[in-house]
């Protein structure tokens, strides 16, 4: 009988952990095409066709946040999906934006940094554009891998801001 109660300990022990952090961490997930209330979030118009190249804009929502520099890496299912290619918008981040994309693996790195603080915006700002196409039909899902580094120009000074997140992102091919 000992061995059943610590063993019903051990699984309640072990709910409880799962429970706290997943809490603490607060995964949002967007279901579908459409944006969801995260800082790095995607957007794609209407639906894709499987084998039809559209574009998907990434995003940050910044709010009263002024973007200076920003770096993260999200992960794709190479099964479902391909990442073309991905230009990051040089009208912000005009110095040393750079995307690396390994398709077989399904790894995109960017990065990006503005040498103008003059050029600085807060609220929605589109951080890049990709070409994807899907492979076969169903859902690709898109996911962080690296949280966001995200630095901020506050009271004159570039400052970490730790608060910025990227949710689960998925796509669906017709």
Same mark, same amino acid.
């Given at each position: 009988?000992?061995?059943?109660?610590?063993?019903?300990?051990?699984?309640?022990?072990?709910?409880?952990?799962?429970?706290?952090?997943?809490?603490?961490?607060?995964?949002?997930?967007?279901?579908?095409?459409?944006?969801?209330?995260?800082?790095?979030?995607?957007?794609?118009?209407?639906?894709?066709?499987?084998?039809?190249?559209?574009?998907?804009?990434?995003?940050?929502?910044?709010?009263?946040?002024?973007?200076?520099?920003?770096?993260?890496?999200?992960?794709?299912?190479?099964?479902?999906? *391909?990442?073309?290619? &991905? $230009? =990051?918008?040089?009208?912000? /981040?005009?110095?040393? !934006?750079?995307? %690396?994309?390994?398709?077989?693996?399904?790894?995109?790195?960017?990065?990006?940094?503005?040498?103008?603080?003059? *050029?600085?915006?807060? &609220? $929605? =700002?589109?951080?890049?554009? /990709?070409?994807?196409? !899907?492979?076969? %039909?169903?859902?690709?899902?898109?996911?962080m891998t690296k949280r966001p580094e995200v630095y901020i120009l506050k009271e004159g000074?570039?400052?970490?801001?730790?608060?910025?997140?990227?949710?689960?992102?998925?796509?669906?091919?017709?």
């Amino acid at each position: 009988m000992k061995q059943i109660l610590l063993a019903f300990g051990a699984v309640l022990l072990t709910l409880l952990a799962f429970y706290l952090l997943s809490n603490k961490y607060d995964l949002k997930q967007n279901i579908g095409n459409e944006k969801v209330s995260g800082d790095f979030y995607f957007e794609v118009e209407g639906g894709i066709k499987n084998g039809e190249e559209k574009e998907m804009v990434m995003k940050i929502k910044a709010d009263d946040r002024k973007i200076v520099k920003f770096s993260t890496a999200f992960n794709f299912e190479p099964l479902n999906m *391909k990442i073309l290619s &991905g $230009e =990051i918008n040089k009208e912000i /981040f005009d110095r040393g !934006g750079e995307i %690396k994309i390994d398709q077989g693996m399904g790894n995109v790195e960017i990065n990006g940094e503005n040498g103008d603080v003059s *050029k600085l915006k807060d &609220g $929605e =700002i589109v951080v890049a554009k /990709f070409k994807i196409q !899907g492979t076969k %039909k169903g859902t690709g899902m898109i996911y962080m891998t690296k949280r966001p580094e995200v630095y901020i120009l506050k009271e004159g000074q570039i400052v970490q801001d730790e608060n910025f997140y990227m949710p689960n992102f998925s796509v669906n091919f017709l």
